[in-house]
């Protein structure tokens, strides 16, 4: 009896203390839904460097712009990705580099060029804790708008002032070219007009600097990878044994390109050298099991590639607190 009345007690005493719930009384109000999402970016040391993932935000893109597989192969390849629809989400990312102090920037981001859910880049840098102006060097992996655009504020003046600007030199002689841009279909004399609009202010002020090859920017090699556009580079980060290669365009869609390298896209001014280059890359980055990112790779666009039958699988990162050294 006497257990009895004192186990009733500390029942008792303990549904005291617990905090009264909404859910079974009508003290409190319900909580509004909160619409807004979390800040776009994304940290991870690679040996001494900082890495952050930008996201600069999203487009839909239209699933018939892969090429090189059948509309139903397509969908399928979708499907196991959970994903469906004439349109996919398509991310837009960039990364920023944190070497000692020095601050390297891989792509800005579209601006406004092409949609309201582009052109955060500037926001998501301010929210990581870091200012545009502190910015040292953009390397750009190509001069495609929703890349470069983002160089440039709403003003259109630079972002990044104090920033030098680098692209392949092929690219810039390509994109830049008021000749070619007057040979091209209608459809595409946006994306030249773009690309110099874009550059323009750094060209003035002498901060525009193309390079060739196999560049080196201080622990970041330029690795070019040509076929996306004439002179498309992916660039390899190295610090303390540890590698990271940003793929940039080499891959737009994750749930098909993988499995099916061979499948292109319609942006691509070389198909088949794009296919090239997009199948030396995952095959490098399996073999040497390199951490990988990409611009167009589901946010953070951080993982690693495994080789998987006659393909391979994207495999990304996990969330984790940041391992230095």
């Given at each position: 009896m006497i257990r009895r009345t004192l186990c009733s007690l500390a029942v008792a005493v303990g549904a005291s203390l617990v905090p009264f719930s909404p859910l079974?009384?009508?003290?409190?109000?319900?909580?509004?839904?909160?619409?807004?999402?979390?800040?776009?970016?994304?940290?991870?040391?690679?040996?001494?460097?900082?890495?952050?993932?930008?996201?600069?935000?999203?487009?839909?893109?239209?699933?018939?712009?892969?090429?090189?597989?059948?509309?139903a192969e397509v969908q399928r390849l979708l499907a196991r990705q959970f994903l469906s629809g004439e349109k996919v989400q398509t991310a837009v990312n960039a990364y920023l580099l944190n070497a000692g102090g020095k601050l390297i920037l891989v792509d800005a981001g579209a601006a406004k060029a092409f949609s309201p859910t582009l052109?955060?880049?500037?926001?998501?840098?301010?929210?990581?804790?870091?200012?545009?102006?502190?910015?040292?060097?953009?390397?750009?992996?190509?001069?495609?708008a929703d890349h470069v655009a983002g160089i440039l504020d709403?003003?259109?003046?630079?972002l990044f002032p104090n920033a030098e600007i680098h692209v392949d030199q092929g690219e810039a002689?390509?994109?830049?070219?008021?000749?070619?841009a007057a040979q091209a279909p209608e459809a595409?004399?946006?994306?030249?007009?773009?690309?110099?609009?874009?550059?323009?202010p750094y060209q003035a002020a002498g901060k525009f600097k193309p390079f060739r090859g196999e560049a080196d920017f201080g622990g970041v090699t330029a690795v070019p990878s040509h076929g996306h556009t004439p002179?498309?580079?992916?660039?390899?980060?190295?610090?303390?044994?540890?590698?990271?290669?940003?793929?940039?365009d080499a891959v737009?869609?994750?749930?098909?390109?993988?499995?099916?390298p061979e499948v292109a896209i319609e942006f691509d001014s070389d198909k088949k050298a794009a296919v090239a280059a997009r199948k030396k890359l995952f095959a490098w980055a399996a073999k040497e099991k390199l951490l990988v990112s990409g611009m167009h790779l589901p946010f953070p666009g951080i993982g690693h590639v495994r080789a998987e039958g006659r393909g391979f699988a994207w495999v990304p990162v996990e969330y984790s607190p940041i391992r230095g050294k």
């Open positions: 079974i009384g009508p003290a409190f109000a319900e909580a509004a839904p909160q619409q807004a999402q979390v800040p776009g970016y994304y940290r991870m040391a690679l040996g001494n460097i900082e890495i952050t993932a930008l996201y600069d935000g999203y487009v839909d893109l239209e699933a018939k712009l892969l090429q090189g597989a059948s509309k052109g955060f880049i500037g926001e998501q840098l301010r929210a990581a804790g870091y200012s545009p102006d502190k910015v040292d060097v953009v390397l750009l992996t190509h001069l495609h709403a003003a259109g003046k630079p002689d390509f994109w830049l070219s008021e000749a070619n595409f004399k946006p994306f030249f007009a773009l690309a110099r609009q874009s550059v323009a002179g498309h580079t992916s660039y390899l980060v190295e610090s303390a044994g540890q590698r990271l290669l940003i793929l940039g737009h869609s994750h749930a098909v390109q993988f499995i099916r």
